[in-house]
């Protein structure tokens, strides 16, 4: 695992956590079957924060995140999202999705759709912006995520690390004011993790709410204010990066840590 | 050893080598030949077995063709002009038939005075096409033709009163109009159903008496034409583009009903679907041609034209259902969670993401599916419908050409053939054009 993944300092005069709630969880238990995958969750994120969530495999922490937009449905427990409650009301769910972008571990950009397309389509749908407008945004964002020049390929064209970037882009067009990373750099290769990493760096410095399920501890170190540690289904540890990594008060922790860093 | 080695392990290329031309043999028409005609004994041997095979079929079947009879009225005569042409009656193929009978092989009964109708139809079916097949090259305008077409075709065909295709296209105003309009106070799906049900209402209650009176009081309209008339490959045509055309959405509408989480809506479809593929479409085809007739209210006149397409659409669209789930199996569960995180609603995420991929790695089993029932158009000759195959038998029991076959099916095959390898031709095309990765 890479340490120190930027060569650049990070611009932390935006990174200001706000007091407001973004995002607040409280008791959520969720069960596949009779599988309990997550335990009495309670977390509340503020605004501007960037939460890094790591853990073994299996422990849970993209299922936690795909509840936040609603992609896995809870069973108990309350998760309210920028004020609106998630609950079965199709109106609610569809309010918070657009409101939060989630970047996955496989992009899932739309094949069929030029880059260009696959940024303007929920606009152009789910906003209602006029079609220009929503081009010129994405080209904005684009720009942004350095690749303008691919605007009218398709997303089979384009390599690992473009199209992730690509998918970030995606989400921004939509304006979004929290944003969910599921794994996004595990299916890239080591050259181009850090394109995707710079790119989620300068989202960070805009004061941009994120939560990030990553492997990425150099990301967690530098960039992130918070991170939790979850294992079987549970909140295990949080705690700022310096003491998480430095000074890991469970056993488990200290046992993935070492594990991870350890070569 | 690796003492020995390390003078020679370590290298370093100092000049790197430019690009040269692959040999003579490995290139053109002679490369070509070496690698896929004589690239061993084995496959030498059996090019020459091939191309052995191929000059015995030809040698049999273009003489056949060819030295061919064309200037006669009956088969007597036909055997005569070959006896004394060629000495022999064997290998050579009486074309007189299909020179005197073309136009009824075509048309079947229909009135030659209005042939200029369904030639008329055949040009406008192209036309009304062409937005749909090739929207890159031809203006988005011409959908205004497609959309009239439903409705144009039966007038062009049938005759009669302009009003009948006109007060039916109203019923699909009126629907239109509430769902568009009503779905600020019903909501979408009230809209939905209320639009639906006051279409409905207006084909079954008030079409028919509204169509009488202004017809009776304005009687604008053409010949009428009844459906007895109607045969020969305009038939099989007529029956293929409604069943192809009208199957293709019922079957999304059904694929989709078999995935969907509402209960009673997935079992519905799951019923139709595995009841209509379990039964042979000869027997729907009775069904349509006996059997309904009991079922209606007596005097209820339904065309049996109208019958077969129906139950030859509900056929296909069977078929169809099982082909586009297959596509839509094949979609990755991320293209459903890409679409829901951007909060696309259902209608909205099914049209603009999923369905153009579905439909996309479907194609192959649709157009199969569409080749399919176009040739089992020809299944409505054993309910006494005069298509292609109907007339083929009407025309071998004419005395002039008793006894005929081989010409007569050989023409039927011919044209069947032109239209499905169109069919086939079109959809690689299509596979082609909207191929999006790995160019």
């Given at each position: 695992m890479s340490e120190l993944m930027t060569d650049r300092a990070i611009d932390r005069s935006k990174m200001q956590?706000?007091?407001?709630?973004?995002?607040?969880?409280?008791?959520?238990?969720?069960?596949?079957?009779?599988?309990?995958?997550?335990?009495?969750?309670?977390?509340?994120?503020?605004?501007?924060?960037?939460?890094?969530?790591?853990?073994?495999?299996?422990?849970?922490?993209?299922?936690?995140?795909?509840?936040?937009?609603?992609?896995?449905?809870?069973?108990?427990?309350?998760?309210?999202?920028?004020?609106?409650?998630?609950?079965?009301?199709?109106?609610?769910?569809?309010?918070?999705?657009?409101?939060?972008?989630?970047?996955?571990?496989?992009?899932?950009?739309?094949?069929?759709?030029?880059?260009?397309?696959?940024?303007?389509?929920?606009?152009?749908?789910?906003?209602?912006?006029?079609?220009?407008?929503?081009?010129?945004?994405?080209?904005?964002?684009?720009?942004?995520?350095?690749?303008?020049?691919?605007?009218?390929?398709?997303?089979?064209?384009?390599?690992?690390?473009?199209?992730?970037?690509?998918?970030?882009?995606?989400?921004?067009?939509?304006?979004?004011?929290?944003?969910?990373?599921?794994?996004?750099?595990?299916?890239?290769?080591?050259?181009?993790?850090?394109?995707?990493?710079?790119?989620?760096?300068?989202?960070?410095e805009e004061g941009m709410t994120m939560l990030c399920v990553t492997h990425e501890m150099g990301f967690a170190r530098q960039v992130a204010n918070r991170v939790i540690f979850m294992d079987a289904g549970q909140i295990v540890e949080q705690n700022e990066p310096e003491e998480f990594f430095n000074n890991p008060k469970s056993d488990r922790t200290k046992l993935f840590l070492s594990q991870i860093l350890g070569h | 050893m690796s003492g020995t080695h390390a003078h020679t392990v370590a290298y370093v290329r100092d000049t790197m080598l430019p690009e040269q031309a692959p040999p003579a043999s490995e290139v053109g028409p002679i490369g070509w030949m070496r690698h896929n005609l004589f690239s061993t004994w084995v496959n030498t041997g059996m090019t020459l077995l091939a191309v052995a095979a191929i000059y015995y079929v030809l040698a049999g079947v273009l003489p056949w063709i060819f030295q061919s009879v064309w200037n006669a009225d009956s088969l007597t005569e036909c055997r005569e002009i070959m006896m004394e042409t060629w000495g022999s009656t064997h290998g050579h193929a009486c074309w007189g038939v299909i020179k005197e009978r073309w136009l009824q092989l075509l048309f079947g009964f229909y009135p030659p005075h209005l042939y200029w109708r369904p030639i008329l139809a055949l040009v406008l079916l192209l036309a009304a096409l062409s937005p749909v097949l090739f929207s890159d090259r031809v203006s988005s305008k011409m959908l205004i033709l497609t959309a009239a077409y439903p409705f144009l075709m039966p007038f062009l065909m049938w005759g009669g009163t302009i009003w009948g295709p006109l007060s039916a296209a109203l019923g699909f105003v009126i629907g239109y109009l509430i769902i568009k309009h009503g779905s600020e106070k019903l909501g979408e799906l009230g809209a939905m159903i209320a639009g639906v049900v006051a279409a409905v209402i207006w084909w079954f209650v008030l079409a028919g008496p509204v169509t009488d009176a202004l017809s009776s009081a304005l009687p604008i309209g053409i010949e009428a034409v009844q459906s007895r008339q109607f045969g020969g490959f305009m038939l099989a045509i007529m029956l293929g583009v409604v069943a192809i055309g009208v199957s293709l959405p019922i079957g999304v509408v059904l694929a989709l009903g078999r995935q969907s989480d509402l209960i009673i809506v997935k079992y519905i479809c799951v019923g139709f679907i595995e009841f209509v593929r379990g039964v042979p479409l000869i027997t729907l085809l009775f069904v349509a041609s006996l059997l309904l007739n009991i079922f209606l209210p007596p005097g209820t006149n339904f065309d049996i034209i109208l019958r077969v397409m129906i139950m030859m659409t509900l056929f296909s669209a069977a078929y169809m259902a099982e082909v586009i789930r297959g596509g839509l199996a094949a979609l990755p569960r991320g293209q459903y969670e890409g679409a829901d995180s951007l909060g696309l609603n259902y209608w909205q995420a099914q049209r603009l993401i999923i369905m153009p991929q579905a439909l996309k790695i479907s194609i192959p089993g649709i157009v199969s599916t569409f080749i399919g029932i176009f040739k089992d158009t020809t299944l409505v000759s054993i309910i006494g419908l005069f298509d292609v195959?109907?007339?083929?038998?009407?025309?071998?029991?004419?005395?002039?050409?008793?006894?005929?076959?081989?010409?007569?099916?050989?023409?039927?095959?011919?044209?069947?053939?032109?239209?499905?390898?169109?069919?086939?031709?079109?959809?690689?095309?299509?596979?082609?054009?909207l191929k999006t990765d790995h160019r």
């Open positions: 956590v706000s007091d407001k709630v973004a995002i607040e969880i409280t008791n959520m238990n969720k069960w596949y079957g009779s599988f309990h995958v997550l335990r009495d969750i309670n977390l509340t994120v503020n605004q501007g924060e960037r939460i890094v969530i790591a853990g073994p495999s299996g422990s849970g922490k993209s299922t936690l995140i795909r509840c936040l937009n609603a992609l896995e449905e809870h069973q108990q427990g309350k998760i309210v999202v920028d004020g609106t409650e998630l609950s079965n009301d199709l109106k609610n769910i569809d309010k918070i999705r657009s409101e939060v972008g989630m970047v996955f571990q496989h992009f899932n950009l739309f094949p069929h759709l030029t880059i260009l397309e696959n940024c303007t389509l929920a606009p152009i749908w789910v906003r209602k912006t006029p079609k220009k407008e929503a081009e010129e945004r994405a080209m904005h964002f684009l720009e942004k995520v350095k690749i303008p020049e691919q605007a009218h390929k398709y997303p089979g064209m384009l390599s690992g690390g473009q199209q992730q970037r690509v998918a970030i882009a995606r989400s921004l067009c939509m304006m979004p004011r929290i944003m969910l990373f599921d794994e996004p750099t595990s299916a890239l290769d080591p050259e181009m993790i850090k394109e995707v990493l710079d790119t989620m760096i300068e989202l960070a | 195959i109907g007339l083929a038998s009407a025309i071998r029991a004419d005395t002039a050409w008793n006894g005929i076959y081989w010409e007569l099916f050989a023409f039927i095959a011919a044209l069947f053939f032109v239209v499905c390898f169109s069919m086939s031709r079109y959809s690689m095309y299509l596979e082609r054009r």
